[in-house]
């Protein structure tokens, strides 16, 4: 993630619609790293990479990657293939390099403008997103953020929470560096009492200690622990720094107090930034895949990429390859990053003007080794938690089909009577700018309307909830029901932390019992 952050938020979901959306430019920003704006790197790499690169000193040579990387004629791929496995080897690694930009932002770059904490250490933030957060797009300010990236090559990693009060939602989302969340502690997954939980790396073979609630295995040797804290106002911040306090982070043999094992070496990961990114993409998923394990899903994957120069020990040097082939590779990538925008656009289901559901995160096994899936995914809103943690309704345009602009109307979202959206947690409904991608700055300092601000709203007549979305204040009795739109294109996020799985559901996504009612043009 570039000026890259962690998450999406960690819920960072972008736009669908690539023809029709009101945001300019109208292409997907990446939601990886802090940024998914013009001046994140996250934005910068994919503009970077499908860039179209003019053929500069060494063109010519043919002592590169693709004509080296086989020693035969026969094994050695043509220039038609090498488009083909530059396309997949582009729509398998994009998580993975999304994944390696956040990472070293946020834990080794002590410089990067991001940087969080070293390996292994946890970082509170002891406050939410406001307009004045610009490294992550379409961010949360519904619950501050703990985070930790996780180096497992040495042992494991015990990860203790305290005992939470049971109104209050939190959440542990691990995710390893193929960007499959691989488990869950909180509120949902493990109950808000207090434990100790152990996160493991691909490799090990070990025993539980007595004190472990559970054991979650990373398929990766890097991994990150995202926190959530539920917030229910700008007073209740310091009950959750008291929260976060008690999030432990330590290796197993200083849970158990014994002596640490040897150190493993360290690494000197490359740096990235906007100019390395340009030409190396595939340099960067080398590095990445060294710590990844292939598994039999991969098999397929991993040998096309041997192929070209790409994988574990492997080198590709972009700059060396002849024009043919450099050419074939740029366009191999054009190519995936249109597949994966195409992904996007059709995953999920329109309802009433919102795209519901296509866009949730998963283990493995929900993505099945669909390499198309798991890009669009990480592109749309890197880091997603999965639909049992989380659904994300986005809604780009009103009930009508014509894309939100209050600079045109004044809009409102009406719940009836009975009809709120059904969570076990909580629910908000949070404006972004349709251009930035950011909070808007207003004059109410209001980002977000959501479930614990209800005490202070006011229901209509018949019991309904009516959500006022428009640019100018709807005078100061309806203002309590008011979120400020920018006098600008704008999209809205509706999030449902822990949705009901009984009827009404919005569970399955696009296919529930209950689906959000439309975004309609005052009247």
């Known amino acids: 993630m570039p000026k890259y952050v962690f998450l999406h938020s960690f819920e960072a979901v972008n736009h669908t619609k690539t023809k029709d959306l009101p945001m300019k430019p109208r292409h997907l920003a ?15 790499l994919m503009a970077a990479l499908l860039g179209i690169l003019v053929c500069g000193t060494g063109c010519n040579t043919k002592n590169d990657t693709v004509s080296q990387a086989e020693k035969t004629e026969k094994d050695r791929p043509s220039i038609a293939e090498t488009k083909a496995i530059a396309e997949n080897g582009f729509i398998y690694g994009l998580p993975i390099v999304m994944n390696y930009a956040v990472m070293y932002a946020y834990a080794v770059d002590a410089n990067s403008g991001q940087f969080k904490a070293p390996f292994n250490q946890i970082h509170n933030e002891a406050g939410v997103f406001t307009y004045k957060d610009t490294a992550v797009i379409s961010p949360n300010s519904d619950t501050p953020y703990s985070m930790a990236w996780l180096d497992l090559r040495a042992e494991p990693i015990v990860l203790s929470v305290p005992a939470v009060p049971k ?20 509120s949902r997954a493990t109950g808000n009492e207090a ?29 990150a622990a995202a926190y959530r804290t539920q917030l229910f106002s700008p007073a209740d911040m310091p009950n959750v720094v008291k929260i976060q306090s008690g999030y432990k982070v330590q290796p197993l043999s200083a849970f158990l107090h014994k002596p640490a094992p040897p ?3 360290a690494i000197d990961f490359p740096k990235i930034d906007k100019d390395m990114v340009k ?23 991993r040998a096309k990429l041997a192929r070209i120069g790409v994988g574990p020990g492997k080198t590709f040097n972009f700059k060396d390859l002849d024009a043919e082939h450099k050419a074939e590779v740029l366009l191999g990538m054009k190519d995936g990053e249109e597949k994966i925008t195409a992904a996007i656009a059709s995953m999920g289901k329109r309802v009433n003007g ?21 890009a669009a995914v990480a592109k749309a809103g890197i880091y997603a938690n999965d639909t049992a943690e989380a659904a994300y309704p986005m809604a780009a345009d009103d009930s009508t089909g014509q894309p939100l602009d209050a600079s045109k109307y004044n809009y409102t979202l009406t719940f009836p009577a009975g009809q709120l959206p059904p969570v076990n947690a909580f629910w908000s409904v949070t404006m972004y700018d349709g251009k930035s991608q950011l909070l808007i700055q207003n004059p109410i300092n209001r980002y977000l309307i959501n479930t614990p601000m209800l005490p202070q709203m006011k229901k209509n007549a018949d019991g309904s909830l009516t959500i006022y979305i428009q640019n100018k204040t709807p005078g100061k009795a309806n203002e309590p029901n008011w979120l400020p739109a920018p006098d600008a294109p704008f999209y809205v996020l509706l999030r449902l932390y822990w949705p009901k799985e009984t009827p009404p559901s919005i569970l399955p996504p696009g296919a529930g019992t209950w689906n959000p009612p439309g975004i309609e043009q005052a009247k």
């Open 30 to 44: 990446l939601a990886f790293a802090p940024n998914h704006q013009t001046s994140s790197l996250a934005h910068v």
């Open 167 to 186: 109104n209050r939602y939190f959440s542990v989302m691990l995710c390893d560096g193929n960007t499959y969340n691989y488990g869950y502690i909180g």
């Open 195 to 223: 434990g100790n939980y152990m996160v493991v790396g691909p490799d090990w073979n070990g025993e539980t200690p007595p004190g472990i609630k559970k054991v979650f295995r990373s398929g990766t040797q890097f991994s």
């Open 263 to 265: 150190a493993t070496p």
């Open 279 to 301: 030409t190396g993409f595939f340099d960067y998923l080398d590095i990445a895949l060294q710590f990844a394990p292939a598994t039999p899903d991969e098999k397929d994957i």
């Open 354 to 374: 919102w795209q519901v559901g296509g866009l949730s995160g998963g283990d493995r096994a929900a993505f099945n080794g669909d390499w198309l899936k798991r």
